[in-house]
Structure formats: structure tokens, C-alpha cells
T-cell receptor, first 108, second 123 residues
Framework: DIQMTQSPSSLSASVGDRVTITCRAS??????LNWYQQKPGKAPKILIY???GLQSGVPSRFSGSGSGTDFTLTISSLQPEDFATYYC??????????FGQGTKLEIK | QEQLVESGGDVVQPGSSLTLSCVGS????????MHWVRQAPGKGLEWVAI??????????ADSVKGRFTISRDNSKNTIYLQMNSLRAEDTAVYYC?????FGSGSFPGFGIWGQGTMVTVSS
């Protein structure tokens, strides 16, 4: 099974900051990498598909990049509503559909 | 409006059984593969199972294989998760989600999510 590792596990930042979260796969997954945002008590929602595709309705301050084993999610200018937990997920070798352990983005 | 609604969560004893349901609306349910994903309290997301739109092909996480059964009834726009031999480590919020394909239909992902239903396994 492909393992997904995110870093950092938690991150403190301020409104307006540029933030980058990293996700690494245990083997090459081409561009089969999705990013999800989850707010407390809510279901996750997809932000980025295929490593860099912006899901409809997601603000353009969110962007994704990478291919192979290393990927990043960047938020260009943090807004108050962006404080949440972010998960990467691979869809290259499925099943199983594996997630990273999550990155909790908190207000500094 | 596309929507999934889960139900059936409860507090049960170790070793017991429970069945969860998930009803879909606002999209072509019979064309969608459907997943169960769970999240233990304070933990990350764990994929549990998928049933393809035909109801025949099914896959499970190793942690639930042999104990959980996923099924669907397209006439009722509903999927189920029959959970047997429940353990404390099965305690989680259980979400259903659609199996969608993004980027011109080439890249799988979880599209529509329900609000989740809580299962607590405790003596």
C-alpha cells in the first residue's frame, strides 16, 4: 500500500500569511493527488484534484503543485475561514485510498 | 442540491453488530460508486470501503475486511455498511462519500460527503 506523509502536522499562521503544506508519497503516484479541507465538526471537502486542479468554487488563493512523490498545497494569503485541517490523499494505486495524517492550521 | 445523509450510528458493546445507512439525492445515485470513510475522535481520515455503481464490485480496508459489508440498493438511493464483531477501535464518525472523477474524468476522488454518523463501541 502507498503511504502518505504530511508535514508539518500542525502550523500556526496569521491572516494574510502565505502557507505551504507538504505531502510525500512512499512511491511515485504521478499526479494522482487530492487535497481536502476539513473544518471542526464538518465533513471534508475537496480543494485540489490531480495535484494542481482547482475544484470549482474553491478560491484562487489555494494552489497545488508537484508530481511523482512530492506535493505541496499553498495558500497565498490566509483568510480567517482557512483555519482548518488539511489532508492529502492518493488515488494512483487504489484500493486502498490512503490519506495523509493531516495538517492542522491554527491562528497565531 | 446534491446531498448525502447518513444514519444508524449508536453506542454499542464490543462484539456487537450495527448497520449504517446513507441516502443520496440531487445526483444520479445509480451511476456513482460510493465510499465509507471514518474518522476516530481527534484522528485523521481512514477509508473503509467502496461499492461500485453495479453493487457487485466491493473493496475493503484490511482493518475491516471480513467484519464489515458494504452494499447498496439503487432503487432506494441508499448504501449500507453492515458492521459485525465491533471493536473499540471502530469508534469513529462514519462518512459516506461519492466516488467522483475529476479533471476530464481521469482522476478519482471523494466528491460529495455526508455529515457523518457517530459509532461508539464501548462496554
Amino acid at each position: 500500500d502507498i503511504q502518505m506523509t504530511q508535514s508539518p502536522s500542525s502550523l500556526s499562521a496569521s491572516v494574510g500569511d502565505r502557507v505551504t503544506i507538504t505531502c510525500r508519497a512512499s512511491q511515485s503516484i504521478s499526479r494522482y493527488l487530492n487535497w481536502y479541507q476539513q473544518k471542526p465538526g464538518k465533513a471534508p471537502k475537496i480543494l485540489i484534484y490531480a495535484a494542481s486542479g482547482l475544484q470549482s468554487g474553491v478560491p484562487s488563493r489555494f494552489s497545488g503543485s508537484g508530481s511523482g512523490t512530492d506535493f505541496t498545497l499553498t495558500i497565498s494569503s490566509l483568510q480567517p475561514e482557512d483555519f482548518a485541517t488539511y489532508y492529502c490523499q492518493q488515488s494512483y494505486s487504489i484500493p486502498p485510498y490512503t490519506f495523509g495524517q493531516g495538517t492542522k492550521l491554527e491562528i497565531k | 442540491q446534491e446531498q448525502l445523509v447518513e444514519s444508524g450510528g449508536d453506542v454499542v458493546q464490543p462484539g456487537s453488530s450495527l448497520t449504517l445507512s446513507c441516502v443520496g439525492s440531487g445526483f444520479t445515485f445509480s451511476s456513482s460508486g460510493m465510499h465509507w470513510v471514518r474518522q476516530a475522535p481527534g484522528k485523521g481520515l481512514e477509508w473503509v470501503a467502496i461499492v461500485w455503481n453495479d453493487g457487485i464490485n466491493k473493496y475493503y480496508a484490511d482493518s475491516v475486511k471480513g467484519r464489515f459489508t458494504i452494499s447498496r440498493d439503487n432503487s432506494k438511493n441508499t448504501i449500507y455498511l453492515q458492521m459485525n464483531s465491533l471493536r473499540a477501535e471502530d469508534t469513529a464518525v462514519y462518512y459516506c462519500a461519492t466516488d467522483d472523477y475529476f479533471g476530464s474524468g481521469s482522476f478519482p476522488g471523494f466528491g460529495i460527503w455526508g455529515q457523518g454518523t457517530m459509532v461508539t463501541v464501548s462496554s
